[in-house]
DNA sequence: CTATGCTGGGCAAGCGTTTTCCGGCGACAG
DNA sequence: CTGTCGCCGGAAAACGCTTGCCCAGCATAG
């Protein structure tokens, strides 16, 4: 395994002249190509490449063959548990593919998504997988459709993770069933007054999960009132932050508090904490995902278990199917129910 | 921005046609190279850039320029916050320098890493940012550096993420320090006896911290048997079980637990609630590098504060400095007292 | 008016692979 | 013994881009 010498690193050329065979029979050899050669040229390569520490420039390749082995992944922001559980296993199966996993993040910001997927254009991605959770804006989606396309036409495969309009392969998540399913164990459990804490309205997974929530509600006579919702962001911070604003507001009429998605349930019993609210004595709460942590705070968290590492194995499985490119994969949530929110007297 | 009907994108060939110049003349105006082009024609291939809708081909360029516009990132896991606040810093960055961000998941287990490692050569990375904790195994550690300085004499860049004792530039995380101001201010607030929650101790994290809240307590005269250290998992679920391990010895003669990392601590701190065990009232705990959630569990946790996203930036920051490849930048914790360790009578 | 530079377009030679195609060779049938 | 065919090695043409080099055109200086 010694290198050459001189800086440059062995090329399939050097392989074959140490092994005295020619480029083709090199390439031949070192890579399963459907041509066979001769067992005893095959080893003779196989030799010379490790001996040089040959390893294939993958650049070339892409170009020989006219095709990368790059998959794309794309999400709001690693940090998030939910992006990162997702990507965990995205990178994972991606691996065991020998594709090599790209990332980009596009911070909560359309437009950066669509700068992203532009530049991705430049890798020729074999697999694009869009995990950002999406706004509902026309313009933007149009736009981001037609470069997808782009994509796809240059023999790339798009999934999209839990996003439903767009006319891709998708691994969608059942947020609507998920919510609908707190809210029913919710109300099981003695709760009639609700309040939530949402991101902002554009954000389809966060309009989903309250619309879900709602039907539950109305399925036993319940509401929640436009007055007890409180948007921020979709993140800790938003969550501690809507917390606070609904304390503000005053919490005499509430029970019990929907948080669309676990890390915005933290924040807002961080803040509820530090308030003196009593959790869950005074207040239940719930929120959505299931992320590690969920079980972690005090009180644990009840929540709708999603498996997220699955979402990303399944995102890969429809990008290496055969699909006609509108294949719709469903995850469903399952409702898990904690200390955060006992049974009412 | 209409494709090239049939499917095959159109390449730089197809606009300088498009535009009626040469291929220099349209790769000159695409790409700020040296020389300049005329405003004429740089306007006439940009703007027939523009309605081919044309990318450059990044494989091409890496093997026509010699040298890639990849970043290689390796952690342990990205799921775990540690890694995936560090891998946040540095997505960001390096797509501010136009690098294209490629990640690996060693899972924590040396030889994978290695593995990683070699394929990666196939991407001829310009930065590859090592950051998984590294384990004290001789062989192993020396067959990784073969590898990367391989990648380096293709003309890579090798960042370590804490991990000394490799000859590459290196952001050191102090964790000696950190572990030793630690302990100082829990003896400084009351504590006395202390146990602490370890991973393998082949993990050179885990020793260096071990080793700095030892010397801590050393300054006081006040020492950590080994038979008040458990070893466990450095996850989560590491930290459960070392926690009930540490409960079945008995905890009679302990006033408070160290973990050596923050999601240990939470572990070990759902453990301890779940078999009644009162804290901070009985046991007081205190981690290390004050992951996000270490201000939400309750009580707050006690840990040492490191800029998680500011190692990542720092490791970009020594990746495209001029070094002379045994550069070391350290960053320092800052420890933080929360609810978890409240000043004891 | 000629010598000298400089500017900037274009030709073509790479970069490290894969793959097509050609041709030599041995096997086997007639 | 000849004709066919299948097998497999090697030469060379791609793949999409960058860049060294040449050279035409023009401005400037002597």
Same mark, same amino acid.
């Given at each position: 395994?010694?290198?050459?010498?001189?800086?440059?690193?062995?090329?399939?050329?050097?392989?074959?002249?140490?092994?005295?065979?020619?480029?083709?029979? *090199?390439?031949?050899?070192?890579?399963?190509?459907?041509?066979?050669?001769?067992?005893?040229?095959?080893?003779?390569?196989?030799?010379?490449?490790?001996?040089?520490?040959?390893? *294939?420039?993958?650049?070339?390749?892409?170009?020989?063959?006219?095709?990368?082995? #790059?998959? *794309?992944?794309?999400?709001?922001?690693?940090?998030?548990?939910?992006? /990162?559980?997702?990507?965990?296993?995205?990178? +994972?199966?991606?691996?065991?593919?020998?594709?090599? %996993?790209?990332?980009?993040?596009?911070?909560?910001?359309?437009?950066?998504?669509?700068?992203?997927?532009? #530049?991705?254009?430049?890798?020729?991605?074999?697999?694009?997988?869009?995990?950002?959770?999406?706004?509902?804006?026309?313009?933007?989606?149009?736009?981001?459709?037609?470069?997808?396309?782009?994509?796809?036409?240059?023999?790339?495969?798009?999934?999209?993770? %839990?996003?439903?309009?767009?006319?891709?392969?998708?691994?969608?998540?059942?947020?609507?069933?998920?919510?609908?399913?707190?809210?029913?164990?919710?109300?099981? +459990?003695?709760?009639? /007054?609700?309040?939530?804490?949402?991101?902002?309205?554009?954000?389809?997974?966060?309009?989903?999960?309250?619309?879900?929530?709602?039907?539950?509600?109305?399925?036993?006579?319940?509401?929640?009132?436009?007055?007890?919702?409180?948007?921020?962001?979709?993140?800790?911070?938003?969550?501690?932050?809507?917390?606070?604003?609904?304390?503000?507001?005053?919490?005499?009429?509430?029970?019990?508090?929907?948080?669309?998605?676990?890390?915005?349930?933290?924040?807002?019993?961080?803040?509820?904490?530090?308030?003196?609210?009593?959790?869950?004595?005074?207040?239940?709460?719930?929120?959505?995902?299931?992320?590690?942590?969920? +079980?972690?705070?005090?009180?644990?968290?009840?929540?709708?278990?999603?498996?997220?590492?699955?979402?990303?194995?399944?995102?890969?499985?429809?990008?290496?199917?055969?699909?006609?490119?509108?294949?719709?994969?469903?995850?469903?949530?399952?409702?898990?129910?904690?200390?955060?929110?006992?049974?009412?007297?």
């Amino acid at each position: 395994m010694n290198e050459t010498i001189h800086g440059m690193p062995p090329t399939l050329h050097d392989v074959a002249r140490e092994a005295g065979v020619s480029l083709a029979t *090199a390439s031949r050899s070192l890579n399963g190509s459907t041509r066979k050669v001769n067992e005893t040229y095959r080893a003779r390569v196989l030799e010379a490449a490790e001996r040089l520490g040959y390893v *294939a420039n993958l650049s070339a390749q892409s170009i020989a063959k006219g095709t990368s082995s #790059t998959l *794309a992944l794309i999400v709001s922001d690693i940090a998030d548990p939910y992006f /990162s559980s997702i990507a965990s296993g995205v990178v +994972r199966d991606a691996e065991q593919l020998g594709l090599v %996993s790209t990332i980009g993040i596009t911070q909560r910001d359309a437009k950066r998504e669509l700068d992203i997927v532009r #530049t991705l254009r430049g890798q020729r991605p074999r697999v694009v997988i869009v995990a950002g959770s999406r706004f509902v804006d026309a313009e933007l989606d149009e736009q981001l459709t037609r470069e997808l396309e782009a994509i796809r036409n240059l023999g790339g495969r798009v999934v999209m993770v %839990s996003q439903r309009s767009l006319p891709f392969d998708t691994v969608q998540i059942d947020n609507h069933g998920g919510a609908r399913d707190l809210a029913l164990a919710l109300v099981e +459990r003695g709760y009639r /007054s609700f309040a939530a804490l949402t991101g902002v309205s554009s954000l389809m997974t966060a309009r989903d999960r309250l619309a879900g929530f709602r039907a539950g509600l109305a399925e036993h006579g319940l509401e929640l009132a436009e007055e007890r919702v409180f948007e921020s962001d979709f993140t800790r911070d938003g969550g501690y932050d809507a917390g606070g604003r609904m304390l503000e507001r005053g919490i005499d009429d509430i029970d019990c508090v929907f948080a669309v998605n676990d890390v915005m349930a933290v924040g807002a019993m961080s803040r509820l904490r530090e308030e003196g609210v009593d959790v869950p004595g005074r207040l239940a709460i719930a929120g959505f995902d299931d992320i590690a942590t969920a +079980r972690d705070v005090t009180p644990a968290l009840t929540t709708v278990r999603l498996p997220l590492e699955q979402v990303g194995a399944a995102a890969i499985e429809l990008a290496t199917a055969e699909t006609d490119g509108h294949a719709i994969v469903t995850i469903s949530g399952e409702v898990v129910v904690r200390e955060s929110t006992p049974q009412r007297g």
